[in-house]
Structure formats: structure tokens, C-alpha cells
């Protein structure tokens, strides 16, 4: 957990607006800022405690299953079904907030527009 709020917090909290596309108790969705495929959406559990997917693997797998659920549910409401499901895990392979979350891309993903070092910012 880190000690101020990340952005995908104050998402949670309404204290910032964001295209939310899903939502239950333990999950929110929405779509990236910054998309790198037709369909950019970012599953994120609301929980703070957990920095990467290995922490949640390790701490709380249902809801680790959970993410994977959410996001062939949205790959299939927003695209053709099929997705790429990516978690940059530390900062020097791309992963920018520290909030455990998954990047669901999909829609026509053409090899020369999504290299895997795209999606480090
Ligand atoms: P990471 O680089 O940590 O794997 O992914 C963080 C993602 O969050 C990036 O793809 C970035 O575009 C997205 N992002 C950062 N700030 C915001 C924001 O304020 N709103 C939304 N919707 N996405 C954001």
C-alpha cells in the first residue's frame, strides 16, 4: 500500500471523473486515458492494499480470478470477445500507478501498433 492516494483511488473515490464502464463491490472499470488499442479498458480492483498482480495472487486469488472474469465479460460487451489482458508489475516494465490493475485491449490489434513497450508511458 502506498502512502497517498494513487490516481486509480481517487477514481474509486469520485474525486476525479473517469468513463467508468463496470462496477460492483469489490471492482471498477474504465476506460484508459490514453489508449493504445481500439479498446483500452483498465480493470481495477478497489481494494488499495495490493501494489501488483503477483502481491494479489498471493493475497486474495478469487478476486485475482475475479479481474480475469470482468474482463472477458467487457472484452465481450465492448469488442469481439477476444482481448490481450496485460499487468505491467514494477516501474521499470512500464507500470506507473502502483494499484494493482489490468490493461484489457482488443479490436483489431495490428502487431506494429501495439509493441508490449507501448504501454509504458
Ligand atoms: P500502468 O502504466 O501503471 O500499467 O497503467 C496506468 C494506466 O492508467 C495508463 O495506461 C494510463 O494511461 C492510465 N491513466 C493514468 N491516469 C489516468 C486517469 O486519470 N484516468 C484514466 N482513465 N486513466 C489514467
Redesign the pocket.
Known sequence: MTDSPT??E??IARE????IVFENDSIIA???????APV?L?VIPKTAKYANVSELATGDPALLAEVVHVARNLAIMHSNGEFRL???SGES???????V?A?VLSGELHSGELAESS???
Request: cysteine-free; hydrophobic content about 50%.
Open positions: 490516481i486509480f481517487r477514481i476525479i471523473p473517469a468513463d474504465i476506460r484508459d486515458i490514453a489508449p493504445k483500452h483498465l496485460i499487468f505491467n516494465a512500464g507500470q506507473t500507478v502502483l494499484h490493475h490493461h504501454l509504458a508511458n
